[in-house]
């Protein structure tokens, strides 16, 4: 089955320390992935996609995050953390339905930076 | 500006009734989705639209309904069928499904009274 997994409801970390929220996937073919970050009570915003290309991927507000094809994860990530980083975190991989290309989103990743 | 808006922002249903929520854009986008989204959840797709007078449903289209007769506004009717409706509905539209990038609304919190 194609699908995408954030196996962590909640992450925490302090002010000024590297983050990192884990996505894997499964699906055939090639992974179109994404990273959407949503503050409370608003609707999504995008932080960055993998289509093709290097591994490595740079997105808005500071943020990265590295496909590992053998390892099915596309990992964000960023060097230093900011109390306003704190909000919840999609992953999103397009998955094949119907005969159409669809994104489907992960449950969902809480992101709490500590003073 | 550019962008997708969602009316109205709170939304009362009584019992038995059926309501529509508004979804626009003027990015000049083919596609548009709509989403449930539950605490603990993550975002279920309902409906999609890939062009003009054609849609597909989506996980969980039961108890609602589409329509896409303008390539800038799917509304969703949540019908009366829809027993458990309480919850945050998110518009998104992208240039074509698959690979782009998608573009959300601020959404519209559902709630029965």
């Known amino acids: 089955a194609q699908s995408v997994a954030q196996p962590e409801d909640q992450v925490n970390v302090a002010e000024g320390n590297p983050l990192t929220v884990k996505c894997t996937y499964s699906v055939s073919g090639n992974p179109y992935l994404f990273w959407y970050v949503q503050y409370p009570n608003r609707g999504l915003q995008f932080l960055l996609k993998?289509?093709?290309?290097?591994?490595l991927v740079k997105g808005s507000y500071g943020f990265e995050a590295e496909f590992n094809k053998s390892q099915t994860s596309f990992h964000l990530k960023k060097p230093s953390a900011l109390v306003s980083d704190s909000a919840l975190y999609f992953c999103a991989v397009r998955v094949l339905s119907g005969g159409s290309y669809i994104p489907t989103f992960g449950r969902g990743t809480s992101l709490i930076v500590h003073p | 500006d550019g962008g997708i808006t969602q009316s109205p922002k709170y939304l009362f249903r009584k019992e038995g009734q059926n309501v529509t929520l508004s979804c626009e854009q003027n990015?000049?986008?083919?596609?548009m989705y709509w989403y449930r989204q539950d605490p603990g959840q993550g975002l279920r797709l309902i409906y999609y639209s890939q062009i003009v007078n054609d849609f597909q449903k989506g996980d969980i289209a039961e108890g609602y309904s589409v329509s896409r007769e303008k390539k800038e506004s799917f509304p969703l009717t949540v019908t009366s069928a829809q027993k458990n409706p309480t919850a945050f509905y998110l518009c998104a539209s992208s240039k074509q499904t698959g690979v782009e990038t998608q573009y959300f609304g601020p959404g519209t919190r559902l709630l029965v009274l």
């Open positions: 990015l000049n986008h083919d596609a």
């Open positions: 993998y289509i093709t290309g290097d591994n």
